[in-house]
């Protein structure tokens, strides 16, 4: 393959696991509720996203980079609201 298929085929893997966050980000926001959220789970989450996001930058690899950059807002969002509403 070529290197822009390459990025573009990245840079579509991340559109599809980032977004995957926004409906929960949505329904924790509407309902208050975060009692089925496992607060360990997001807390490695956000170590991992954060790994990620620092290899991505090392590497110079674009779509990693912005896949963890936003997956790390929403999943915060998410691991901000648990802390805040239990």
Do not use: H
């Amino acid at each position: 393959m070529e290197s822009l298929a390459i990025k573009l085929l990245g840079f579509a893997a991340a559109t599809c696991t980032t977004a995957a966050y926004a409906p929960q980000v949505i329904k924790v926001w509407k309902t208050r509720s975060t009692g089925d959220i496992s607060l360990g789970m997001f807390l490695v989450l956000m170590l991992g996203l954060a790994l990620w996001l620092i290899y991505g930058l090392l590497s110079g690899d674009a779509p990693l980079v912005a896949a963890n950059a936003v997956t790390m807002l929403l999943a915060g969002g998410i691991l901000v609201m648990k802390l805040r509403y239990g």
